[in-house]
């Protein structure tokens, strides 16, 4: 035990930077020295089957990086393995500890864990402060007039605009104060393994910002052949090592690319106001749609092996490299609802298990608004057409030729349903369950 001295923790969650961090900034100007903190989540990672997991490898390298910055401090986050609540009653046994600082966290999951979490340290006389990072404007500041949330993106957008513009967005020098983190050695957890998983090499996206991509973003966005059409930032904004208000700041005067973060935000509050949405049909009357389900053919679109190139090449894609470029993912995804009638959960499902940036929010509201399903979403009877999207945004077929090796040859698969034949089917099955509702 050491309770020679009182503590402050900050708990690093989905905020993996020592810089422009406003929780770890608040926790250091405390007053007293602060211990960093960050659990390998059991109640997360027993979720996951793939234990070469990108993400949790990505989540390691980082947090080595950051301890590697801490080494001229003579200190290091402390990593533990387990539930929170279990860990925090170990640390409470460890150190005399006065409070916890962390930063919000808005996924129904998050929510819960946290104020299991504050409710337990208040019994301590343990204070839990916990800041807004992860967003611009936290859930139930950008409403309606009457107080309750946008549901639909371009008004949200409009009032977010105006918010932001009426005044400038601060930054919290954390990186200035790293003196007054406790000292601390390493700790035990040195490997993957000791989490149970295990390393393989991979290549993940830079977390600097690319301004010429953000520049030209409303040219490019659209091409999914061009490898910096878009800024790749993803999985940065999920876990955090880059910080929100940088992008933004960096976004300013490029309205296209900055409407794309103002989406993020959007879904977020939607997630937080109507948690339902991760398990049901924004619009409660699409749950009436009998979806067709067939496995044969989810497997085919999870393979990239439905005979239409576009959703072939994107799968292929995701399979491979854990990314999938903006637009594919809207024709793949309507390809799966509406050709396939294939329920949206089962797809966002797989892009939940293959995304590098992977955010409930996001990939939820992405997969409704597909589906037709969600708030704001595409009418019902809005149904992509692959051959079309291929000719107006890969006409060259350089990124079908790049990710469908067989293009061209009797090895590539006939595609598995008829567009006209599905659409029509598609649009009979969406009505009958919708007059239903």
Partial sequence: ?????????????????????????????????????????????????????????????????????????????????????????????????????????????????????????????????????????????????????????TPFMKKWRAAWNDHTIPGYQSENHLHLLAKLKQTEIRNLSDIGFYHVERTFPPKMIPLKTITTYSVTRNIPVLDKGTSHLGIHLRFGTLSIRKLVRAAKNHES?????????????????????????????????????????????????????MVDAGMRELNATGYMHNRVRMITASFLCKHLLIDWRWGEAYFAQKLLDYELASNNGNWQWAAGTGCDAAPYFRIFNPETQMKKFDPDLSYIKKWIQEWGTEGYPRPIVDHKIAREKALKVYKSGLDRG
């Fill in 257 to 309: 690319y900055l409407n794309e973060l103002v989406w993020r935000e959007f879904f977020i509050q939607i997630l937080y106001f109507f948690p339902q949405v991760s398990t049901e049909s924004f619009k409660s009357k699409y749950d009436n749609i009998k979806w067709q389900n067939e496995e044969s053919h989810f497997k085919a679109w999870c393979d990239g092996m439905t005979g239409y190139p």
């Fill in 1 to 153: 035990m050491n309770y020679n001295l009182n503590f402050n923790i900050f708990w690093f969650r989905r905020d993996l930077r020592l810089q422009d961090n406003n929780g770890l900034y608040n926790a250091l100007i405390s007053g007293i020295q602060v211990i960093p903190v960050f659990i390998f989540d059991q109640n997360i990672l027993n979720q996951l089957e793939n234990k070469a997991d990108a993400r949790v490898e990505f989540i390691f390298k980082e947090i080595l990086a950051l301890n590697k910055q801490l080494e001229k401090f003579n200190t290091s986050i402390q990593l533990f393995f387990g539930k929170p609540i279990q860990v925090f009653k170990k640390l409470t046994t460890t150190y005399s500890i006065s409070a916890v600082y962390t930063n919000e966290d808005y996924e129904p999951y998050a929510i819960q864990r946290d104020l299991q979490v504050k409710q337990w340290l208040a019994k301590k006389n343990i204070l839990f402060h916990a800041f807004t990072d992860h967003v611009i404007y936290k859930p139930g500041t950008i409403i309606k007039d009457d107080g309750k949330p946008y549901t639909i993106y």
